[in-house]
């Protein structure tokens, strides 16, 4: 009912599972964004690490979900071996994980962090043509600087700001 009522487009976070794939294939949403998944976890508390997935696997998952016109991307660090990685299986976008820059306490470190994010985005769009996604842990001030990278095709502000916004 949701995918026949939806005004925006739908993204969904899936994992590498059979069934997954098939609801996908099925719902045929926008866009899937492949997420690691630990049990019992709330939400996806850090990026995919895809060098220690088997690649084929995945590649052939990103495969599946293209012959549905569903774009797909992977959610990962801000990392050059894990962009790297990704684009070694085929993906056409990534989405950054901001959780790190997010959750610094120290000025200096959440510094260090946005540069590697930076890093991460230029190297995935202007070295490689990917589309950039990036969310995760954003708050009201800390996606202020996320925002302002101009190479961010999409950012998902996520639960915090949204869950935020109903009591003011």
């Known amino acids: 009912m949701l ?3 939806i005004q925006t487009r739908m ?3 899936i994992v590498v599972t059979e069934e997954m794939l098939d609801f996908a294939c099925q719902l045929q949403p926008n866009s899937c964004c492949i997420v690691p998944e630990r049990r019992k976890e709330i939400t996806t508390e850090y990026g995919l690490d895809v060098n220690t997935y088997k690649k084929s696997k995945l590649s052939k998952f990103l495969i599946q979900l ?4 569903i774009k797909s991307s992977l959610f990962v660090n801000a990392d050059e071996n894990q962009i790297s990685a990704e684009i070694d299986i085929g993906a056409s976008c990534i989405k950054i ?3 790190i820059f997010a959750l610094c306490i120290d000025n200096n470190q959440r510094g260090l962090e946005f540069e590697r994010i930076k890093y991460g985005i230029h190297y995935c ?8 996604h990036a969310g995760y842990g954003l708050d009201y001030d800390r996606v202020i600087s ?3 990278l101009p190479l961010i095709k999409e950012l998902n ?6 869950s935020r916004a109903i009591f003011l």
């Open 125 to 132: 769009a202007l070295q490689h043509g990917l589309e950039v």
């Open 3 to 5: 995918r026949k009522t």
């Open 146 to 148: 996320i925002a302002s």
């Open 157 to 162: 502000i996520g639960h915090v700001i949204i």
């Open 97 to 99: 994980h901001t959780g």
């Open 11 to 13: 993204n969904l976070e």
């Open 66 to 69: 293209n012959q549905f016109d």
